[in-house]
C-alpha cells in the first residue's frame, strides 16, 4: 500500500479529484494549506506599507491506495494538476504499513 | 473613581481659570447686553419673535442625522478595516464609546463654552446643561443666528449639529494611537483634549454675535470684538478644517509619538484586516460629509448648494489623483488609495466648501488627493511616528492644504464667494496673499494650541492611569483583553 501526498494549486482541486474518481480511488483528504517552493510570493502595498507574502495558499491532497494503482495515481494527478506554469506543486510518494477501518474493523487492502 | 475625580477637578480649574477672563470682559459684555435687551425690545414689542423657517429646521435635523452616521458606524467602520482583526472592536469601541462621551459633556458645559459670549478665546456659562435654550412656561425654544440677517433655526438645532462636530474630531484623533492605547486612557484623553483644546479652538474660530448685530460700523466692531480670536482676524473655515481636521490630527501625531509605536511594528505584518469595511466607511463618510459640509451653511439655501457640489466634486477628483499617484509610482491602483483619496479631499474642501467655486474646489480635490499620498508615505517615513491610521497624513495634510488654499481660492479673481460685509448687506472679495496669511495663522494656531494641550493631557492620562496596555495584552489583541469579546467568531 502506498500513500500519495500531493501539493497542488487551489483552482486545481476539482480536476485532479474528477481524475482520481474515473480511475477508481475510493477516497482522498484535503487541507488547505500554505507554503513556498520556488514560486514567488507577492507583494502587498497598503498606503506606504509593503508587506512581501512569501507563504501562498495551496491544496495538499493524501490518497491512500493499493501499490498497484501507484502508477495509473501519479499519471492522474500529473496531467489534471498541471498547468505548465511554476508552482504546480508536487507529489510524495511513501509506503504505508497499515490501514484500519474503524466501522468493520478491516485491515490491509480490504479497508482501502 | 479617579478619573471622575480628575474630571471634577479639571472643572474646577476651568471655572476658577475663566473667572478673571469674564472680570475683564465685564464692562463689554454688560454694554452688549444692555444693546441687545434694547433691541431685543424694540423687536419683540410689536411683533413676535420670528418663527424659524420649517425647511431650514427639517434641513439642520437631517444634515445633523447624516453627521452621526458618518461618525458611526462611517469613521468607525473605515478605521475598523484597517487594523488588524484582534483589534477591531477596540477601534470600533472607542470611536462609539467616545461618540456618547463627548456627545454627554458637551451638553454638560461644552456648548456653552464653545458658543457663547466669553472671551476671544473661550466661551462662557450661559449655556450650561443648555440652561436657557427651553422656556418650559411657553414651550418655545430660543432662535439661533444663522449667517443671514433675519434667518433663524431653532439654537437645539445648531446645539445638536455642533455637537456631533464635537463628537467626530475628538473619535478622529484615535486613529493616530490605534491598537496599542488603554479604553481607560483613551476615554480620560478624549474628555481633557475635548476641554482644553477642541472647545477653545472651536470658539476662536466660530464664535460671533450674528448677522444681525451688525447693523452699523459702530455697532459691528462692537459685535466682532466679542467674537473668537481667529474668527476676528477673518479666517476661514467654512466646516471645519481647522477646528476639526488639523486639530484632531495634532493631537493624534502628537499621541503617536508620546506611546511609541506598535509591537512589531515594521518588523510584523500590520495589513488591514479588512478593506471591504474601509470601502463601505469611507462611502458612509462620504455621504454624511453633505451634511457635514452644506449643513455648515446652516440654512437650506444656495450656499448649501454650493458646499454639497463642491463636496461632490472636489472629494471625486481626488479619488482619482491619488489613485493616478499610486498606479504611476507603485505600480497598482488600490482600493485603499482609492477610499484614502475620497477622504483627503473631503477634508480639503471641507473648510472651503461655501467659500470657492467649483473650479477652485476642483483644485482643492486633486491636490489633496497627491499631497496627501505624500502625506502617508513620504512625509510618514520623514516623522518616524508610528501614526496607525494616518490620521496626520490625511487630515493634518489635507486640513492644512485645505485651510490654505480657501485663501487663494476665496477671492473673485479665482472664482470664490467672497465674503459677506453685513455691515453695507454686500458682499466684497478677499485679497489672496492677506487672506492666506490669516488662514496661516489659523492654522499655525490651531497647530500650536491642539499640539501643546494634548502633550499635557496624555502626561496627565500616563501618570495616572497610564496611556499603554501592556506587551501581552498588545500581542493578543485589545479586543479579548480590554474588552472580553472578539469581533469574529466563525
Known amino acids: 500500500m502506498k500513500m500519495v501526498t500531493a501539493i497542488i494549486k487551489p483552482f486545481k482541486l476539482d480536476e485532479v479529484r474528477e481524475a482520481l474518481s474515473a480511475i477508481g480511488v475510493q477516497g482522498i483528504t484535503v487541507t488547505e494549506v500554505k507554503g513556498f517552493g520556488r514560486q514567488k510570493g507577492h507583494t502587498e502595498l497598503y498606503r506606504g506599507a509593503e508587506y512581501v507574502v512569501d507563504f501562498l495558499p495551496k491544496i495538499k491532497l493524501e490518497a491512500a491506495i493499493k501499490a498497484d494503482q501507484l502508477d495509473s495515481v501519479i499519471e492522474a494527478i500529473e496531467k489534471s494538476a498541471q498547468t505548465g506554469k511554476i508552482g504546480d506543486g508536487k507529489i510524495f510518494v511513501a509506503d504505508l504499513e497499515q490501514v484500519i477501518r474503524i466501522r468493520t474493523g478491516e485491515t490491509g487492502p480490504e479497508a482501502l | ?490
Open chain 2, 1 to 490: 473613581m479617579k478619573k471622575f475625580i480628575a474630571l471634577f477637578a479639571l472643572l474646577a480649574v476651568l471655572c476658577g481659570s475663566s473667572a478673571p477672563a469674564f472680570a475683564e470682559d465685564a464692562a463689554p459684555a454688560a454694554a452688549v447686553a444692555t444693546t441687545e435687551a434694547a433691541s431685543a425690545a424694540e423687536v419683540e414689542a410689536p411683533v413676535a419673535a420670528p418663527v424659524p423657517n420649517k425647511g431650514d429646521t427639517s434641513f439642520m435635523l437631517t444634515v445633523t442625522v447624516l453627521v452621526i452616521m458618518m461618525s458611526i458606524p462611517g469613521l468607525a467602520l473605515f478605521y475598523g478595516g484597517l487594523v488588524r482583526s484582534k483589534n477591531m472592536l477596540s477601534i470600533l469601541m472607542q470611536v462609539f464609546s467616545i461618540f456618547a462621551l463627548i456627545t454627554v459633556l458637551w451638553a454638560i458645559y461644552g456648548y456653552s463654552l464653545a458658543f457663547t459670549t466669553g472671551n476671544a478665546f473661550i466661551g462662557g456659562f450661559d449655556r450650561l446643561f443648555l440652561n436657557g435654550i427651553f422656556d418650559p412656561v411657553s414651550g418655545a425654544v430660543a432662535n439661533g443666528a444663522t449667517f443671514s440677517k433675519g434667518v433663524y433655526i431653532p439654537e437645539f438645532a445648531f446645539v445638536a449639529f455642533q455637537a456631533t462636530f464635537a463628537a467626530i474630531t475628538v473619535a478622529l484623533v484615535v486613529g493616530a494611537f490605534a491598537e496599542r492605547m488603554k479604553f481607560g486612557a483613551v476615554m480620560l484623553f478624549s474628555a481633557l483634549w475635548f476641554t482644553f483644546a477642541y472647545l477653545p479652538i472651536a470658539h476662536m474660530v466660530w464664535f460671533w454675535a450674528g448677522p444681525d448685530a451688525y447693523t452699523d460700523a459702530d455697532a459691528a466692531a462692537a459685535a466682532t470684538a466679542t467674537a473668537g480670536w481667529l474668527f476676528q482676524k477673518g479666517a476661514l473655515d467654512f466646516a471645519g478644517g481647522t477646528v476639526v481636521h488639523i486639530n484632531a490630527a495634532i493631537a493624534g501625531l502628537v499621541g503617536a509619538f508620546l506611546i511609541g509605536k506598535r509591537v512589531g511594528y515594521g518588523k510584523e505584518a500590520m495589513a488591514p484586516h479588512n478593506l471591504v469595511m474601509t470601502m463601505i466607511g469611507a462611502s458612509l463618510l462620504w455621504v454624511g460629509w453633505f451634511g457635514f459640509n452644506a449643513g455648515s451653511a446652516l440654512e437650506a439655501g444656495g450656499t448649501a448648494t454650493l458646499a454639497f457640489a463642491n463636496t461632490l466634486i472636489a472629494t471625486a477628483a481626488a479619488v482619482l489623483t491619488w489613485m493616478g499617484a499610486e498606479w504611476l509610482l507603485k505600480g497598482k491602483p488600490s482600493l485603499l488609495g482609492a477610499a484614502s483619496g475620497a477622504v483627503a479631499g473631503l477634508v480639503a474642501i471641507t473648510p472651503a466648501c461655501g467659500w470657492v467655486g467649483i473650479g477652485g474646489g476642483l483644485v482643492i480635490g486633486a491636490l489633496a488627493g497627491v499631497v496627501c499620498f505624500w502625506g502617508v508615505t513620504g512625509l510618514k517615513k520623514l516623522l518616524g511616528a508610528d501614526d496607525a491610521l494616518d490620521v496626520f497624513g490625511i487630515h493634518g495634510i489635507g486640513g492644512i492644504l485645505g485651510a490654505l488654499l480657501t485663501g487663494v481660492f476665496n477671492g473673485f479673481a479665482m472664482g470664490g464667494t467672497g465674503i459677506i460685509d453685513y455691515v453695507n448687506n454686500t458682499i466684497v472679495t478677499t485679497e489672496m496673499g492677506p487672506q492666506v496669511w490669516i488662514q496661516a495663522q489659523a492654522v499655525l494656531t490651531t497647530l500650536v494650541w491642539s499640539g501643546v494641550v494634548a502633550f499635557v493631557c496624555y502626561k496627565i492620562v500616563d501618570l495616572t492611569i497610564g496611556l499603554r496596555v501592556a506587551e501581552d495584552a498588545e500581542r493578543e489583541g485589545l479586543d479579548t483583553t480590554s474588552h472580553g469579546e472578539k469581533a469574529y467568531n466563525l
